[in-house]
Every structure is written in C-alpha cells, then in structure tokens.
Nanobody, 123 residues
C-alpha cells in the first residue's frame, strides 16, 4: 500500500507560480515512476507530467510544456511540480499518482493516488 499526500495548492494570480509537493510513504519510493494529473470541474482527469524512477526521464502534456517542471527527491520520498506562468485554465484539483511504468499518460496506468490539492488561478 502507498500513501500519497499533496500540498502547496492555493490561489494565485495569472502569471504567478506555485510549487506542489507530494509526500509518499508505504512503498520504496525510489522504485517507481510518479505522475501529476489534474481535474477541472465537469472535465475528465488529465495527465500533466510524469517522471521516471531515477528522475532522469520526464514527460509533459503539451499544455504545460515550458511552464511546469516535475522533479523528485528520492531520499525525501517526495515529488514536486513547479508551476510557472500560470493561466486561469490551469485551475483544477491536482493529484499525485504512483505507477509502475514510464512513460505513460493514462490514469488507469497509475496504481495509487493522493487526495488532491486545489489550484486556482485568477485572471
């Protein structure tokens, strides 16, 4: 069993930045890829970014390339999502997920999920 706890969400103006964190426990963190997804009201959950077990590989949704950066610190069992140049359309609940394969972008490929953290970007 894996427990994931996200933090760092909040309200920010367009053009601003936030850094999300996801603390993992219950599995050897360094042994699996991780991902960030988001879900806006009335929309399906969508892939945002993924990172390989070592951190050497990353992939991003086209909508966030060049603005968001995913990273991980295996000794701290934590994965991060640095979000810059935020836009109102980035408003969503952001979820951290733990998987077994990289690179994958579909939610069904991830086995464990956090409870989510709200990000709201005002115009």
């Amino acid at each position: 069993q894996v427990q994931l706890v996200e933090s760092g969400g909040g309200l920010v103006q367009a053009g601003g930045s936030l850094r999300l964190s996801c603390a993992a426990s219950g599995r050897t963190f360094s042994k699996g890829p991780m991902g960030w997804f988001r879900q806006a009201p009335e929309k399906e959950r969508e892939f945002v970014a993924g990172i390989s077990t070592s951190g050497g590989g990353t992939n991003y949704a086209d909508s966030v390339k060049g603005r968001f950066t995913i990273s991980r610190h295996n000794s701290k069992n934590t994965v991060y999502l640095q979000m810059n140049s935020l836009k109102p359309e980035d408003t969503a609940v952001y979820y951290c997920a733990a998987g077994r394969f990289f690179p994958v972008t579909v939610p069904s490929a991830f086995d464990y999920w956090g409870q989510g953290t709200q990000v709201t970007v005002s115009s």
